[in-house]
């Protein structure tokens, strides 16, 4: 089936919050959703509620910037370091586990939900059962300093549609693909004008690579950020995104941004391959539309507020985004 092209978009719901929504997942198909928030709190959400009214269910000790979908298991992880299962069939938390040394950046489940990967500033990603939460992985493939010897961060991580693919991306624009079967180093790419260094006013590093998505066929690998900064105390670069054939580590389309400022924070493909949508912002937000195919920018939408993440539907015609104090769906076709 022809997936819905982009300029059907329409806003068909928007709720406000009182705190910043991290990370979201939704199950296919349902009017339930999962949130990660900046109250420490993970949320069940009913979007088909007479009145929306997320209800708490579990709190971490920091920020949630992550919550994954597992068939019935909710994995939720925090800069706290800890990773989260709950089971939403029973209503109750089944593990707490210390996962990682440093803060938590992102949580993703494979498509067959048998596994998680878990991101974090100890720039390791590391690969979990899904089922049992059995470390199944550590991916040890980005350095913790920065060229210019700050730091680095792991933003982001994905899986391909097949599951056999693994995807992270670090600050300085440094993405690898590892076989989620093995935990190999498959291939490299560079995305260094993601990352801006700035020498003369703060010594300071800002960017890298936040979002990360393969194309429907596994062939092309889409990597999001900003681009160069001019002040580093802003996010005042321009929202870029690059699309690589990763096995060559060769880049074939580019979108350097020409209307919105910040991070591109979540990508994700049509499920037929036909476009690419990237979230993010940073004062205001944005959701916007490309033809890696042709490179061409299809269409760019204002969002009023900063998208951290949006969750898409497995037809490609529902887009729920969460951001800086509001929630917003979108309905395409």
Known sequence: MKTPLPDSLKLVKDFSR??????????????????GCSDFKV???????????????????????GVALAGAALVSGSYD????????????????TDAH????????????????ASVA??????????????????????????????????????????????????KAGHVVVWDAATGKELSVCEAPVMYTWD??????????????????????????????????????????????????????????????VGLVNRLAWAPDGSWLVGGGGAGEGFLCFFDPTNKKTLRQEKLMMHVHDFAISTAGDLITSVGHNRIAVHKLG
């Open 199 to 260: 020498k003369v006013q703060r010594l300071h590093s800002i960017g890298g690579i936040r979002s990360l998505a393969f194309s429907p066929d596994g062939k092309s690998l889409a990597v999001g950020g900003m681009g160069q900064v001019g002040n580093i105390d802003h996010l005042e670069g321009k929202a870029r995104v690059e699309v690589f054939d990763w096995r060559a580590g060769k880049r074939t389309a580019e979108f350097p941004g020409d209307k919105f």
């Open 18 to 35: 009182p705190t910043i929504t991290f990370a979201i997942a939704r199950a296919d198909g349902s009017d339930t959703a999962y949130l």
């Open 101 to 116: 040394a440093k803060w938590i950046r992102k949580v993703v489940a494979a498509p067959d939900g048998k596994l998680v």
């Open 81 to 96: 370091g800890k990773l989260v299962w709950f089971d939403t069939d029973e209503g109750e938390k089944v593990r707490t």
């Open 43 to 65: 949320y069940r959400a009913d979007f088909a509620a007479p009145k929306f009214e997320p209800k708490e269910l579990y709190a971490h000790e920091s920020y949630v910037t």
């Open 121 to 170: 500033d100890d720039m390791v990603c590391k690969v979990w059962d899904a089922a049992t939460g059995k470390l199944v992985h550590a991916l040890k493939g980005h350095k913790e300093k920065t060229p210019n010897d700050f730091a680095s961060m792991l933003y982001a991580v994905t899986f391909s549609a097949d599951g056999k693919l693994i995807a992270t991306g670090d």
